[in-house]
């Protein structure tokens, strides 16, 4: 178990996870729980945060918790709406905003010797996003900070380590944010900074062992991050009782299914590639509608798992590659999420074979994933891969899907892909995809008039997927780019750039 952490009570701001990441960045500990939950704190929290909320104090139904078990016996942050909670809750008074509160401003440190702000600059950038303000606070609350629009833009009570700041040390624009929340977790908590991968690595490997003792475990692995960090993991826990299956479906890319199997099988995991392509294909036949493509697709998935996994005999185990952000998908204000994602469409299987659930990855974020898979030393090629649906192109296949399709979608994804890593680009790039539309234009080639296939490129930037910006590739790749495609693909006459952002558009065309 972690020894220390602090933990952030959630009243559901959309920064909470980046409240998380940063103090994580810190090499600390910390989860997030529902802002209801003080009273389970334990022995090895060091410290906690009140994070932000789209509530007002003064609404009837904000989120208003018992603060008991905390205030005066833990080090204690309130950021924006937690800081006004704790004003409202001990006595002073939040009331409407009549001036912009929205965006960069610059604190003033009155009060220079708080220890919140060592190694601060007074006149600092922070970034505020509220709508209520503190005017004024409990007694024995000293001002700390102020901005040119609010006076009470930093508190901190007398005698005790609780502390309140308006704006957000968590967001980039807030340039010393990350000094603050340093400030706080480790000089105020005394937070050792002691959580990194390889201590990650360490104690998860030791659970792992102590939990699964001789059982045997199956994974399904997907060629992606999560569960290829998964499988290492577990795979040094517990080496070869540690059974992958892998499963081809024919909608990966081109020679996906050869290569990341040998990547596999070179970092030693126990590891059966089935080949299933027929059965995905066949069944896919004839179905338009992308939801019924992704019910087609995780039907077949269980079967063919389940066939799979009934082999191993004795299998106690199922491990998932879920990872922290699916498991909070917000810890929201109505307490854990109980729909946890079901990662490569096992949802149902354990119950129906009688399989336990581990999963090693579910307390961290992705970048920390990557983090933990480089330290486990896993090939830079699966831990640098794109994100890539489990649905495979038959998303990216707007309409009925066909080997033909199929493979006409793996030559252009092909082209894009290594054209991307040829030029650099694509490290720079969340996710590249190549779409084949259900349109046909006419083209010319050498004498010829042609009637043939549209295919779209798709590259976005972004941290998470959640939002997306087009990437700004250069037109000279795309020129370049789309003669290659017209040039070599077959049946292919036009090529088209997807410049929609997300929102309103998604990164997937289906
Ligand atoms: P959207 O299209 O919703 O995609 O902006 C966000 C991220 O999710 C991936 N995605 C999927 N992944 N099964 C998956 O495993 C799916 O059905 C699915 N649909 C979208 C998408 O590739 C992107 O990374």
């Keep these: 178990m972690v020894t220390e952490k602090i933990i952030i009570l959630d009243f559901g ?6 409240i998380a990441r940063r103090v994580r960045e810190l090499n600390v500990y910390c989860e997030i729980w529902p802002f209801n939950s003080a009273n389970k704190i334990d022995s090895g929290v060091k410290g906690v945060i009140l994070s932000g909320s789209p509530s007002s104090v003064r609404d009837i139904n904000a989120p208003k918790p018992d603060l008991t078990a905390v205030k005066g016996k833990l080090p204690l942050l309130g950021i924006c709406y937690g800081a006004q909670y704790l004003s409202h809750y001990f006595g002073g008074e939040v009331a409407p905003s009549d001036s912009r509160e929205y965006g960069r401003a610059s604190l003033d440190i009155t009060v220079p010797s708080s220890r919140l702000f060592g190694s601060m600059n007074s006149g600092m950038q922070v970034w505020m996003s509220h709508g209520d303000t503190i005017v004024r606070l409990p007694e024995k609350y000293t001002i700390t900070g102020s901005t040119h629009d609010v006076s009470i833009g930093a508190f901190e009570a007398e005698g005790e380590d609780t502390f309140g700041i308006q704006f957000h040390p968590e967001v980039y624009h807030t340039t010393e944010g990350l000094q603050l ?4 977790v480790v000089d105020i908590c005394g937070c050792q900074q002691s959580w990194t991968p390889e201590s990650f690595i360490a104690e998860t490997i030791r659970n792992l062992q102590d939990t699964l003792q001789d ?8 060629g992606g991050v999560d569960s290829s960090v998964a499988a290492v993991l577990l795979h040094k826990a517990i080496g070869n009782k540690l059974h992958c299956i892998f499963v081809d479906n024919g909608l990966l890319r081109k020679n996906e299914f050869a290569s990341v199997m040998n990547s596999y099988q070179h970092m030693g995991l126990n590891v059966r590639g089935v080949d299933a392509r027929d059965m995905f294909l066949g069944a896919l036949s004839g179905i338009e509608d992308p939801e019924q493509k992704r019910k087609s697709i995780g039907k077949q998935f269980i079967e063919v798992f389940e066939h799979e996994a009934r082999k191993i005999q004795g299998a106690k185990w199922l491990a998932q590659g879920t990872i922290y952000p699916d498991v909070i998908e917000s810890v929201s204000v109505n ?3 109980v729909t946890i994602k079901s990662h490569h469409n096992v949802g149902g299987l354990p119950e129906k074979m009688n399989l336990m659930v581990i999963e090693p990855l579910k307390l961290l974020f992705k970048d920390e994933v990557r983090r933990v898979g480089k330290a486990l030393a896993i090939d830079p090629v699966i831990l640098n891969r794109h994100p890539f649906p489990g649905p495979g192109l038959a998303i990216r296949i707007i309409s009925d899907v066909t080997p033909e399709k199929v493979s006409m979608l793996q030559e252009v994804d092909d082209i894009f892909i290594k054209g991307l890593m040829e030029y650099e680009l694509y490290d720079k790039v969340w996710q590249a995809a190549a779409i084949l539309l259900p349109v046909r234009s006419v083209g010319v080639m050498g004498d010829e008039r042609t009637y043939e296939s549209v295919v779209a490129l798709r590259a976005v930037t972004s941290t998470d997927g959640m939002t997306a910006d087009w990437a700004h590739l250069p037109y000279e790749f ?3 780019i789309s003669n290659r495609i017209i040039n070599k693909v077959k049946g292919v006459n036009r090529v088209v750039f997807d410049i929609s952002s997300k929102p309103p558009a998604t990164i997937e065309w289906e």
Aim: glycine share 12%; hydrophobic share 35%.
């Design 181 to 184: 929340l340093k400030n706080f």
């Design 478 to 480: 795309l020129g370049h």
């Design 215 to 222: 059982d045997k475990v199956v994974l399904g692995l997907s």
């Design 335 to 337: 307490g854990p999420s």
């Design 13 to 18: 701001s959309q920064y909470t996870q980046l």
